[in-house]
């Protein structure tokens, strides 16, 4: 059954802020590579070409851009054979609902036409209308319910919030989907739980991170077997986020579109926005096979070398300015500063005076890098800073989080063992 909604929004687009976007309170509104991954849904009876879940949690300061986002997918979408199904959060009790976003041919304006759906109670409860999206049940909730209500051949996954990258603190360590009314978020682990039982299925083709600081090796590893390509940014994010006209436009235009393509029209899309507003921004699409078969083993063994250099001073000396010189280019200034970008410390190490057998295990994690990077994009950022993915390193103590694996599983590899004998914990 549907429910027809045609919600007056306050979109307030004079206001430009940077940054995971913060708007007044109380504003609502409401490559590279092969092309094989051809969907890993199959066919089914009825089924559309594509099918787009975005999870927005907009129960904080960014619930103005709920609205701005839902306006530009209904001006973006024209096919039928793509569907677009959103969770809606945002920052007034009992505003949250699942709407199936419809074409509004006036294109982006102040209010809303798509259908707000009646899903009985599977996700938003019917006496509340209001859930809490820093709860994975919530998430697993919508997933279930939406992969089985809206099949497709192919199917993307959008995680919309702020994001946080921030090792610095152990709270936040690889968090994002904040609900400032339940004060939950998820972390990787949550996803990856949720998105298992789909996933041993039928993968998602695509996980997208529409938030800060989820571009890291970490967020690809905890990924790896749940979804092809994973579409993330290094920095943070500029409010507006992604440009979702331009996006569902594109797939529109292209029903069939495979998913390494569509995740490299995300990034050019995005990339676009923000060079015509002259922002900052990066944003990559990450191959998670060729990242789980060939870069994190070469990771390993980089971190093995590593590790058995230490013990010689000059060694340990060199290491640390390749360290610094990373965290200078690609960390400060980022919001996570305990962070730098692998293929620019590859590079980097390359470049130094660390032994031959080191240069060539960092030349080739980088080989492995490039052709698991999709596509990768910058606006007015240093040359070569930010390749695709970036990586732990503390630069003054080890985060013992970093180890738990109840927020992510890459701290348990080789990588970790290498940074506590670096960092002496």
């Known amino acids: 059954m549907f429910k027809k909604s045609a919600l007056l929004l306050s979109l307030a687009t004079s206001l430009m802020v940077t940054g995971c976007g913060v708007m007044p309170a109380g504003l609502f509104g409401g490559g590279a590579g092969d092309m094989n991954a ?3 849904k199959g066919s ?3 089924a559309s070409d594509w ?4 999870y927005i949690a907009g129960d904080n300061n960014l619930s103005p851009f709920a609205a701005k986002d839902l306006n530009e997918m209904e001006a973006g979408l024209t096919s039928e054979r793509v569907k677009v199904v959103a969770l809606v959060d945002q920052d007034r009790e009992g505003d949250s609902r699942i ?3 419809k074409n509004d041919p006036k294109g982006v304006n102040s209010t809303l036409v798509s259908p707000v759906i009646d899903d009985g109670g599977a996700v938003i409860p019917k006496a509340s209308k209001e859930v809490d999206t820093g709860s994975s049940a919530t998430l697993e909730k919508f997933i279930n319910w939406g992969t089985k209500n809206y099949p497709s051949k192919r199917s993307m996954l959008v995680m919309w919030n702020h994001g946080g990258g921030a090792f610095a603190s152990p709270n936040h360590l690889k968090s994002f989907c904040w609900d400032d009314q339940s004060g939950n978020n998820l972390n990787l682990v949550d996803l990856w739980r949720a998105t298992q039982k789909v996933s041993s299925k039928a993968k998602f083709d695509v996980i997208g991170f529409d938030t800060c600081l ?3 090796a970490e967020t690809a590893y905890q990924l790896r077997d749940v979804a092809d390509f994973l579409v993330s940014s290094e920095k943070v994010e500029p409010g507006d986020g992604w440009d979702y006209q331009s996006l569902t436009s594109a797939l529109s235009k292209t029903p069939g579109m495979y998913p390494r393509e569509f995740s490299s029209k995300i990034v050019e899309t995005y990339s676009a926005w923000y060079k015509k507003a002259n922002q900052e921004s990066t944003l990559s699409s ?7 078969d060939r870069v994190v083993p070469g990771v390993n063994a980089l971190a093995t070398d590593l590790q058995a250099g230490l013990s010689t001073p000059a060694f340990k000396a060199a290491l640390a300015g390749v360290v610094n010189k990373a965290a200078n280019l690609s960390a400060t200034g980022s919001g996570e500063e305990d962070a730098i970008d692998l293929g620019l410390f590859c590079n980097l190490i390359q470049e130094s005076s660390l032994p031959a057998t080191t240069k060539a295990l960092a030349k080739e994690v980088n080989t492995q890098l490039t052709r698991s990077v999709v596509l990768s994009m910058t606006n007015r950022l ?7 993915l970036k990586i732990y390193f503390g630069l003054e103590t080890y985060n013992a989080a970093y180890s738990d694996g109840s927020h992510q599983i890459f701290g348990t590899t080789q990588w970790a063992k290498f940074l506590q004998s670096y960092l002496k914990k």
């Open 51 to 54: 099918t787009v879940f975005v």
């Open 44 to 46: 089914k009876a009825g």
């Open 99 to 101: 709407v199936e976003i």
């Open 286 to 292: 990450i191959d998670l096979q060729k990242l789980k």
């Open 214 to 216: 989820l571009g890291h």
């Open 38 to 40: 051809q969907g890993t």
């Open 382 to 388: 240093p040359g070569g800073a930010f390749t695709g």
